[in-house]
């Protein structure tokens, strides 16, 4: 069976540190693979998806990066973080763009 | 892009009242989805609609989808404390691609009251 891991699960950062936000998943090939934000509880915005490794599409710009060294493998990146950045974000994978699978999430402050 | 509106934004019923939330879209949609996010977590999947006037069942769940499939809705019969969270539709842009963005509507968060 699918499964699919995020880590850390909740993360709080200063103003300007780096971040890194790692998600994997196990039990299937070539997933298409995606990172939303969810501020306040509410709606999710896809800041990120790939089709495959090294295929990253940025929906939004923002002061964030993602990267997909491996076919299972979902980075989400910064170099500098803002307050704005703090929220809950969810990776999350589908085959052939059918129904997305979530992850945990990760709950990530900025003080 | 696409926007799908989604009504209302909270809801509260005493355990046994019937719910509904409803997607509406200005545009047609080329399918819906159905997400169920219990506070804390992470949305999980309920269902997927593509054909006009489509309506499936899960239980106490019904899913409709619109004849001109520019709206959605999801009723829950004798609402339980065990559906509270938030309710999410979302229209899968696949668009003949297999990229499957999602555009999620704003949720409705159900409040169940014992």
């Known amino acids: 069976s699918q499964t699919i891991h995020q880590w850390p699960a909740t993360l709080v950062q200063p103003v300007g540190s780096p971040l890194s936000l790692e998600c994997t998943v196990e039990?299937?090939?070539?997933?298409?693979l995606y990172w939303y934000r969810q501020a306040a509880g509410r709606g999710l915005q896809l800041l990120f998806y790939?089709?495959?490794?090294?295929?990253i599409s940025s929906e939004v710009p923002q002061n964030l990066s993602a990267s997909r060294p491996q076919d299972r493998q979902f980075i989400l990146s910064s170099k500098k973080l803002l307050l704005s950045d703090s929220g809950f974000y969810l990776c999350?994978?589908?085959?052939?763009?059918?129904?997305?699978?979530f992850g945990p999430g990760t709950r990530l402050t900025v003080l | 892009g696409q926007q799908v509106m989604q009504i209302p934004q909270y809801q509260h019923v005493q355990e046994g009242e019937d719910f509904t939330t409803y997607c509406n879209s200005s545009?047609?949609?080329?399918?819906i989805q159905w997400y169920k996010q219990r506070p804390g977590g992470h949305p999980v999947f309920l269902i997927q609609?593509?054909?006009?006037?489509e309506v499936k069942k899960q239980k106490r769940l019904t899913f409709q989808f619109g004849e001109a499939k520019k709206n959605s809705s999801l009723h829950i019969t004798a609402t339980q404390t065990t559906d509270v969270g938030t309710y999410f539709c979302?229209?899968?842009?696949?668009?003949?691609?297999?990229?499957?963005?999602?555009?999620f509507g704003q949720g409705t968060i159900l409040t169940v009251h014992p």
């Open positions: 790939s089709v495959g490794i090294g295929q």
């Open positions: 039990g299937t090939s070539n997933p298409n």
């Open positions: 545009t047609t949609l080329s399918n």
């Open positions: 999350a994978w589908s085959i052939l763009g059918h129904e997305q699978f």
């Open positions: 979302a229209e899968n842009n696949a668009g003949g691609t297999s990229y499957g963005k999602l555009t």
């Open positions: 609609l593509v054909k006009s006037g």
